[in-house]
Structures are given as C-alpha cells and as structure tokens.
C-alpha cells in the first residue's frame, strides 16, 4: 500500500503547477492527538495567500473525491517557508551554495547546531563548503539559514 504522502504528491502536483507553483513537500503528521495533512508549495517571487488559495480549493475537493486518508485530519497549503527543510535531493541540489542550519542528532565536538554553506549532497550525507561532511544517519533536520 503506498504512502499517504505519496498519494497525496501525487494528486497534488497537477494543481500546483496549474497555481504556477511547485510542490516544495508534503508531511502527514500526528501532532497532540490530531492528525495533520500539509501541503508545502514556492514560486519563483514567493508564495502568497492567493497562491495558497488557488491550491487549496481544487486539492481539497480532489482529496475528497478519491479519498486517500481514511481517519479525519486538518489540510493546510503553505509556503515551504523561508527557512525550509530540505529532505529531498531536489532540495539539496536546488539549494546549493546556500547557507544552512544542519541539527544532530547527537553531539559532534560538544554541539548539535552547525551553520555553513551548502556544498554538496552526496549519498544522503551533507556537505559544507570545507568538506565538513555530515553522514545521514547522524543528521536530524537540515533547513535554509535565515539572517534577520
């Protein structure tokens, strides 16, 4: 049986386009008891209300007609965000020569927060410029920097 998230991007990625965004990522997630669909979509200038708007409508009735969640849950379009999270090699490969926030899962040299430039994606692991390699299997989240 396929994935929701799966499903979900698959039906989803018609209509976004159609909105003259691109599908960022899609999370199926359990949160305080409550199940919750999200649909993260970008354009190229940023994603606006409308934008969403023009997603939301037109997925949500296509979720309805094919029905591929079978319990209840809250479905929310959104921009990926500023500070995105890159899961995907997509995203990696998009985001090249960015700087990014990488989140350990434990420790390395007594922290779990490194900030650099995003040199390259390579089997899962994450590169920074440097050569600073961190392995996927050490590797929690990993989002855009954002400087304010």
């Not at 018609?14 to 899609?26: H, I, N, R, S």
């Not at 949500?60 to 090699?89: C, M, Q, W």
Request: include cysteine.
């Amino acid at each position: 049986m396929p994935k929701v998230t799966d499903v979900v991007s698959e039906l989803a990625g018609p209509v976004v386009e159609q909105a003259g965004c691109t599908l960022w990522d899609v999370e199926y997630v359990k949160e305080a008891g409550e199940w919750f669909l999200r649909v993260y979509i970008d354009r190229e200038g940023g994603v606006d209300l409308d934008a969403c708007e023009a997603v939301s409508r037109p997925l949500s009735d296509l979720l309805d007609e094919h029905d591929p969640i079978p319990n209840s849950y809250t479905f929310e379009v959104s921009s990926a965000g500023l500070d995105r999270a890159l899961k995907k090699p997509e995203h990696f490969a998009k985001c090249l020569g960015s700087r990014v926030d990488i989140r350990l899962y434990r420790p390395v040299e007594g922290t779990k927060e490194y900030t650099g430039t995003l040199a390259g994606y390579e089997d899962g692991a994450v590169v920074l410029e440097g050569g600073r390699r961190f392995e996927k299997k050490d590797v929690a989240q990993v989002r855009l920097h954002v400087d304010f």
